[in-house]
Structure formats: C-alpha cells, structure tokens
C-alpha cells in the first residue's frame, strides 16, 4: 500500500485544522469587539440546549417503563424546559448566572489544558497548550471577581479572549505538525 493516499489524508485534514483555527481567531476577535451581542448569543444557544435537553428527557421519561424512572425523567425533562424557556425570554437576566458557569467551565478547561500539555510532553507546539490553560485559568477568575456587575459584557469579551487563544493554540499546533510532515515527505 502505498503512503501516498495517507499524506494527502494528512495534508487535507492539517488544512481544515488551520482554517478552523483561523475561524476560530476570527470569531474570537468579533466575540471581543461586540461583547454585549457575544454575551446574548450565548445565552440564548444555552437556553436552546436546555429546551432540547428538556425534550430528550421528556421522550426517554415516555420510553422507560419503571415508575419510579419515569417520575424522575418527567420531572428533570420539564425543569431543563422551564430553565431554557426563562433563559430563552429573559436571556440578559439569564446572562448572569451562566456567568457563573462559564467560570467554572473555564476554571475546568484550563485545568484540562495543563494535564494535556503535560501528557504531550516534549512535543512540537505542547508549550502552547500551556499557555492556553494559564490563559484560560485567568479568564475564569476575572469572571468570577467581576460578577455580577458585568455580566453582560464579560461573557462576551472572556469568551472571545478565550476562543482567540484557543484558535492561536490551534494554529500553533496545527502549523507545528505540518513542519513535521514535510520534514518526513
């Protein structure tokens, strides 16, 4: 079998690697010129979440045939409902309490960041996962310091920082293995 086919596969698939981190940077960078906008679109995508999940328990709490399961099932699927519904119509009042959770999701992917650039080792463009888990853990404690008086720009602008150092990590990485691949062709 030829390797041919397998560095055209590689080549292709570091090509979308780079043009999604550059989609990344670039959504990024519009997350942090329009943070209120940002901020609002996420609480909504949220809320959207909550209405599907509410359904998915909903159709599983039809599906299962144990009482006790069912009662559970009916009752998580018309709170997730009810969560999404009141962040769907008030999605800026619903906006400080996912403040909240995006810190403790930042908090937690940063953390996931270090333990990845720690089990990557020695490995081309590993640094940079580093830095993005310091990043990372720094944007969760500006979140929590500042709520809730800024709620509703900070999870824009955090968010976007967030994704403009995750896109940038991306690249690195990205770029990093492609130099790998020519010095093997």
Wanted: aromatic share 10%; no cysteine; proline share 3%.
């Amino acid at each position: 079998m030829s390797t041919s086919p397998v560095r055209t596969m590689v080549k292709e698939s570091l090509g979308w690697a780079i043009g999604l981190s550059v989609l990344m940077i670039l959504a990024g960078s519009l997350a942090i010129i329009v943070p209120a906008g940002a901020g609002i679109a996420v609480a909504v995508l949220v809320g959207w979440m909550l209405i599907f999940s509410g359904g998915a328990h909903l159709a599983f709490a039809w599906q299962t045939r144990t009482a006790g399961v069912f009662i559970w099932e009916l009752l998580l699927g018309i709170l997730y409902g009810a969560a999404g519904a009141y962040v769907l119509l008030q999605p800026v009042t619903g906006l400080a309490s996912l403040t909240l959770a995006l810190a403790a999701y930042l908090f937690a992917e940063g953390i996931f960041e270090f333990i990845l650039s720690f089990a990557l080792g020695p490995l081309p463009g590993s640094s940079w996962l580093m830095l993005d888990g310091i990043v990372t853990l720094i944007l969760a404690v500006m979140i929590w310091r500042t709520w809730p008086s800024s709620a509703e720009w900070v999870i824009g602008t955090l968010v976007g920082v967030s994704m403009l150092f995750s896109g940038l990590t991306r690249l690195m990485l990205s770029l990093a293995a492609r130099r790998m691949v020519a010095r093997f062709a």
